[in-house]
Every structure is written in structure tokens, then in C-alpha cells.
């Protein structure tokens, strides 16, 4: 009977222990995502201007002619992190996750805890198509677009396209929510504070002001599958598939994420629970997935005045949209 008593006792306290422990799995995570988001006010103050998402090094002349090498929001804030020497490691002339030197694969390979959320599981990626092996995931990620794809309809696209792997598409096209029509374009109002190729912003460009625009939030990282290769790069921080959001859906959204295809037509997840990627059209730059996380009921987010909150899953849609626009001019209200 003494057992009895015991084993119901245990049942009982079980689902309580794993909330404790998961209430102290998300405030870690918060952590995390205040000290990237105060390295991002830091690298504000230095440089006069938020870091560019993504950015080549032959931006400056169009990429005409065309010079390997992209940097990203991340790596560009890591000295602000007490992370300057991993950051030394990542040769400049690197891009898209092709590590070009030994260093540089050895960056990639490395954990990050500051970009990691301790409620997920991190598994390494694995792939033969861009050589990527045994490169990190974590989970933080910077907002790319209130509506829309990760490029901006009006972004310069000569770099884009003159990349050699593969950057075909138009970010004009109408499949790209942000678009309403291609001719006159025609755009929903609200641009986010991370963009690529270089966009640079400054403060006094989020117009919507710094306590009301997001910047950060989390991806769930993909998963292995059984045949030990693995396409979803979701979470993958050396590389911009994995290390940006869009909040075109709201946060865990049952709904695949989606990228400019065509093939593969999906890209399915090895994580439970994980929505795949399915090709949608729009050219390599039509990606567009949901801030995602591990723990129950939302996610948590970090805005440009540096503030963490919790968001809920059930966040209203153009409240949703709205924190995401830096100028937008509308106002998210309560939430």
C-alpha cells in the first residue's frame, strides 16, 4: 500500500518537476536572447548602424564583377560577445556555409552556446550537397520581414544573381506576400530591421520606435534523418537559411515553411513535431519561415530597445505583423 501511495505521489509531482525544469530552460534561453540583443545595441553604438543581415564584400560595386564572400548579422556582433577570436576564424571570402579553409570549418563545427536555446536539441548537419559537415545549429534568429520573403521587394539584386550557386528568382514576383502588384510595385507598408543584401539601418530609422519592433526570436534546429543526410539547415547559424525568420505566420504555426524551389518539392524535418520545408516558387530568396521554439505556448522574442518578452502562439496575426515592422506605422496594441 506504502508503494501505492508513493507511485501515485510521483505521478503527480512528475509533470510538475518537467514544468519547473522547463520554466528554467525558457528563462535560460531569454538570457541568451537579451545578451545577443544587447551585443546588437553595442554593435549599434560602434558602428552608427544596426549590423546588415546579409552582405557580400563586392556590395560596394554591385557585385559586377562578382567576388565570393558573404558575412552575416551574427558573425558580425560576435566581438561583442567575448566571441571575436571565433569570428577571426570565419575567412571572409567564405560563403553560404562553403567553408574555403580548415579554419573556417573549424568555426562552423564550433558549439555556440549565446545563440543556443536549451529547450531544443542540437543535432550537427550533415550533407554532401554543399559540403557541409558536422556544422553546429542553434537557435536564435534575427526577423527579416514583417509580411514577406527574407530580400525586400526593392533590394539590389545583382549580387543575388550573380552568385554561382544557384540565386535565381525575382523578389518582385507576387508570390511574395509583401507584393501586391509587380507593375506599378505595389508593397505592403513596414520593412524589418534586418534585411539582405546590405541593407543598413539606423535608429532613427524604426520609426515605429525600439520598444515596438522586434528583432529577435527562436527556430526550432532541424533534424537528422534516418539516413544520416540532412537538407533542413532550420537553426544552422553560419549559414542565412538558419539564422532568420519572417513573420508571415504566427509563431509555431502548424504550416510548412516554405522556400523558392523548385526541387526538392519538400524538405522534410528528422525532429517530431517539426513542419517540413516546401518549395513555393520565387526564386532562391523566397524563404520565408516561422519563428519557432520548444517551449510550450509561444516563443520568446527580444526588441530593438533590448527588451525580452514571452510571446504567445495565439498572438493576433496583424499584431504579429505589426512588431514586425520597424515603420510601419501601425501600432500592435496589447498582446
Not at 558602428?47 to 563586392?58: C, D, H, K, L, T
Amino acid at each position: 500500500m506504502v508503494i501505492g501511495i508513493i507511485a501515485i505521489l510521483v505521478g503527480l509531482l512528475a509533470p510538475a518537476i518537467q514544468n519547473a525544469r522547463e520554466s528554467g530552460r525558457r528563462i535560460s534561453c531569454a538570457h541568451n536572447m537579451r545578451q545577443v540583443a544587447t551585443a546588437i545595441q553595442l554593435y549599434h553604438s560602434s558602428a552608427r548602424q544596426f549590423p546588415s543581415g546579409m552582405s557580400w564584400r563586392a556590395e560596394a560595386s554591385g557585385c559586377q564583377p562578382f567576388e565570393p564572400g558573404t558575412t552575416y548579422w551574427n558573425v558580425r556582433i560576435m566581438p561583442h560577445l567575448e566571441m571575436g577570436t571565433l569570428a577571426a576564424m570565419i575567412n571572409p571570402a567564405s560563403s553560404n556555409g562553403q567553408a574555403i579553409d580548415d579554419k573556417t570549418r573549424q568555426a562552423y563545427q564550433t558549439v555556440v552556446p549565446a545563440f543556443r536555446c536549451p529547450s531544443d536539441t542540437h543535432g550537427t548537419v550533415t550533407t554532401g550537397v554543399f559540403d557541409w559537415r558536422g556544422y553546429t545549429r542553434a537557435n536564435i534568429a534575427a526577423c527579416f520581414s514583417p509580411h514577406g520573403f527574407i530580400v525586400e521587394p526593392e533590394a539590389d539584386l545583382r549580387c543575388l544573381t550573380a552568385d554561382p550557386q544557384g540565386c535565381s528568382g525575382g523578389s518582385l514576383t507576387t508570390i511574395n506576400p509583401t507584393v501586391l502588384s509587380q507593375s506599378p510595385l505595389n508593397t505592403k507598408p513596414g520593412r524589418a530591421i534586418f534585411n539582405m543584401p546590405g541593407r543598413k539601418r539606423k535608429e532613427k530609422d524604426v520609426t515605429d520606435g525600439l520598444s515596438a519592433t522586434l528583432m529577435l526570436s527562436e527556430v526550432i534546429s532541424g533534424g537528422s534523418l534516418n539516413n544520416g543526410q540532412d537538407h533542413d539547415c532550420r537553426g544552422s547559424w553560419w549559414v542565412h537559411f538558419g539564422l532568420m525568420f519572417t513573420n508571415w505566420k504566427t509563431p509555431n504555426t502548424p504550416d510548412p515553411d516554405v522556400w523558392g524551389g523548385p526541387s526538392p518539392a519538400v524538405i522534410p524535418s528528422g525532429k517530431p513535431g517539426l513542419p517540413p520545408i516546401v518549395a513555393r516558387g520565387g526564386g532562391w530568396h523566397g524563404y520565408m519561415a516561422a519563428a519557432r521554439s520548444m517551449h510550450p505556448g509561444g516563443v520568446n522574442a527580444s526588441f530593438a530597445d533590448g527588451a525580452t518578452r514571452f510571446v504567445s502562439d495565439n498572438i493576433d496575426s496583424d499584431a504579429w505583423t505589426a512588431i514586425g515592422s520597424m515603420d510601419g506605422q501601425d501600432r500592435a496594441g496589447e498582446w
